[in-house]
């Protein structure tokens, strides 16, 4: 969703931090693109699993903008799905601490700066195997954001800080990439494509000051494949 989410905020307004992995090419082609609507756009590749490398980019972000608003966080970690009893502990290490690690040491850098602003908007990213089970390398992040994500909303809501979910499922990016198990069928009641437009508007809308009452919730965005 990077660049269609950076777009959409782009189109609010909004001066943008951008961050990847590893994926230089792609991270420029977006800022490229992000910038051509007259935004300031500051980018930096940060591995988020490591502290170090956290901290310099909060301190570049800060530098360069100022401040911290929003944290759109769709930290991923593409695996192939694995039989739990076949996940190598290496794939099962690395992909918690991209995920979830990675979205802790983050929200530890942040938080301290919205705690000042007395402002903040989490929104964080987890999938469809969250919610009705998949293979456990997969799920168990999913689900663990929830869980992350729900105590900051509880301990931060008193600094006007919100913290929110959307699962996303059945998107068209998916199934260009190969990594969609239940396409649409006649039994959804949406039978087609979710796409990336559709989730980055629900991002601009929890991470409006109208949305300052919805925290702790998870939007699931999925054409109806699956109901909370």
């Keep these: 969703f990077g660049t269609p989410m950076a777009l959409a905020f782009a189109k609010e307004g ?27 756009v500051v980018t ?9 490398q956290v901290e310099a980019a909060m301190h570049k972000c800060m530098a360069e903008l100022g401040r911290v608003d929003v944290v759109v966080n769709n930290m991923r970690f593409p695996t192939p ?3 739990f009893g076949a996940v190598p502990f290496e794939v099962w290490k690395r992909k918690m601490e991209v995920e979830l690690t990675g979205s802790f040491f983050v929200f530890k850098a942040v938080l301290p700066q919205m705690i000042t602003q007395q402002w903040g908007r989490i929104i964080n990213f987890t999938g469809l195997a969250a919610f009705e089970g998949s293979d456990a390398l997969t799920g168990s992040p999913e689900l663990g954001m929830v869980g992350m994500t729900r105590g900051i909303a509880r301990e931060y809501g008193q ?19 190969g990594g969609l198990a239940f396409p649409p069928s006649a039994r959804d009641p949406i039978r087609r494509w979710g796409t990336p437009d559709e989730i980055a508007f629900l991002a601009v809308m929890l991470a409006s000051p109208q949305s300052g009452y919805v925290t702790g919730q998870c939007v699931m965005a999925n054409g109806g494949k699956y109901f909370l």
């Design 14 to 40: 909004a001066q943008l931090f951008l961050t990847a992995l590893s994926d230089q090419a792609q991270l420029e082609h977006t800022a490229r693109t992000v910038a051509a609507l007259g935004v300031h």
């Design 44 to 52: 930096a590749l940060c591995d988020p699993s490591n502290t170090v």
């Design 81 to 83: 799905a694995h039989e």
């Design 159 to 177: 600094y006007n800080i919100t913290a929110n979910c959307i699962s996303a499922g059945g998107m068209e990016h998916e199934e260009a990439e």
